[in-house]
């Protein structure tokens, strides 16, 4: 029996926010089924943009090649969203553990920023019996999927009543009613989603905030970059000043810096080695190159990873022992990199406290021009998703899936999740 190494999905428009669900259903653990699942956002220029969340059609389409009468993926619920949703994150896995308030157990928790943070509860308790209509778009029954809070604060820099515009989050895993977000007016805000209230609000950068990640492992720390072209790091403890772990040259070419602002090139994006989190990833607005910096040694990357040939979209790092970064481009590739050989885990502390006055080791620049995979989609791919690692799981005709890890891609309306 063949194992499957491609799923698909074809979604109803152009999907932009895309994310792995962390963790099997509550009550399903055994299942498959519940292991793949996917929560997706449209990105259409109006005021009718979706969130969904698409699973497997049927689980034998994890072992048959030829399995391939019907879509691989299916929806099972949808909402409304109404400004693109700009991140969507599915609750961390350890949510399950969590002492909610306000949540009901049977409850999944999704996220998605855009003119505000919003929380949502999915409940997928769908009754087992309807697995068996193979080939019927689920009716929804059992799936359903609500807002259960929008957060939008009141703004440090700008008078209005409603907050300014989100450009993403990042969801502590350590202590899950913890978010953080991103905004164009310069700030970062913590919220505690459970109570819905903001913690602490803080002018993070010159200009707008793109990214924001909380270091793994910790409820205090956390970086960001933006518009101006640094990335910084924050410590709830000590708020009144911020560490600069690297900031972008000036473009080459560009005029001599005049009094008011320097020229920079916008990071978009920053993303944590879960496995060594001493280790970050950031591309710069219109890039080709990804840069990988050290906490030890800030100040400059120490990998550059060169190998698209357009503009880079979006980086993910796998959730195993092993540094795998995934790369994906305007070029229409996805780029797998393995940075094994490159990074030192030797000397990393392991202690989320102590992280950001680590000792320093001699660090010179490494440029990696080589993947260990490359896959080449259709059109630009515009978004990336890992799964976490999927244990080998027995099915109910008696077939076994293989454990590993997937990757989620999407471009334009199609999404494809790769077997790694």
């Not at 009716?139 to 907050?163: C, D, E, F, I, P």
Request: proline share 8%; net charge negative; charged share 15%.
């Amino acid at each position: 029996m063949t194992q499957t190494t491609l799923l698909q999905y074809e979604a109803p428009w152009p999907v932009h926010a895309i994310d792995w669900c962390k963790s099997t259903a509550p009550g399903h653990q055994s299942r498959p089924r519940s292991a793949f699942r996917l929560g997706i956002a449209s990105f259409t220029e109006d005021f009718r943009n979706r969130i969904a969340i698409v699973g497997l059609q049927d689980e034998r389409v994890l072992v048959e090649d030829d399995y391939t009468d019907y879509p691989d993926f299916v929806t099972l619920v949808e909402a409304n969203h109404g400004y693109p949703a700009t991140n969507l994150q599915w609750q961390p896995a350890s949510a399950g553990g969590f002492p909610w308030t306000g949540k009901a157990p049977s409850a999944e928790l999704l996220a998605t920023t855009g003119d505000a943070l919003r929380v949502w509860e999915y409940f997928g308790d769908a009754p087992p019996a309807s697995s068996a209509y193979v080939g019927r778009q689920p009716s929804g029954g059992g799936h359903r999927l609500s807002l259960k809070t929008a957060l939008s604060g009141q703004s440090k820099v700008q008078s209005q009543n409603t907050g300014a515009p989100l450009t993403s989050f990042s969801w502590n895993e350590k202590a899950p009613s913890l978010v953080v977000t991103s905004s164009i007016d310069t700030t970062c805000t913590v919220w505690n989603i459970d109570t819905a209230t903001p913690i602490t609000q803080l002018i993070a950068h010159d200009r707008e905030v793109y990214d924001v990640a909380w270091l793994p492992g910790s409820t205090d720390i956390f970086v960001s970059v933006g518009a101006d072209g640094s990335l910084r790091a924050f410590d709830l403890r000590s708020l009144e000043h911020s560490t600069i772990l690297y900031e972008t040259p000036a473009p080459k070419g560009a005029p001599p810096p005049s009094s008011t602002r320097l020229p920079t090139s916008p990071l978009l994006r920053i993303g944590f080695n879960p496995a060594d989190s001493n280790y970050m990833s950031t591309f710069h607005m219109d890039g080709t190159d990804v840069q990988i910096l050290d906490m030890r040694s800030p100040g400059q990357p120490v990998i550059e990873l060169r190998g698209h040939r357009s503009q880079v979209n979006a980086m993910g790092w796998s959730t195993t022992e092993r540094p795998l970064l995934a790369t994906a481009s305007d070029d229409c590739q996805v780029l797998l990199w393995d940075l094994a050989g490159y990074t030192q885990t030797a000397t990393s502390p392991r202690t989320a406290n102590s992280r950001l006055n680590s000792p320093r080791p001699d660090v010179k620049k490494r440029v990696i021009t080589d993947p260990v995979m490359a896959y080449s989609a259709s059109s630009e791919v515009t978004n990336l998703a890992w799964s976490p690692q999927i244990p080998g799981m027995t099915m109910n005709t008696g077939h076994s899936t293989a454990p590993g890890e997937w990757l989620a891609i999407a471009s334009g309306k199609m999404i494809k999740a790769l077997k790694v």
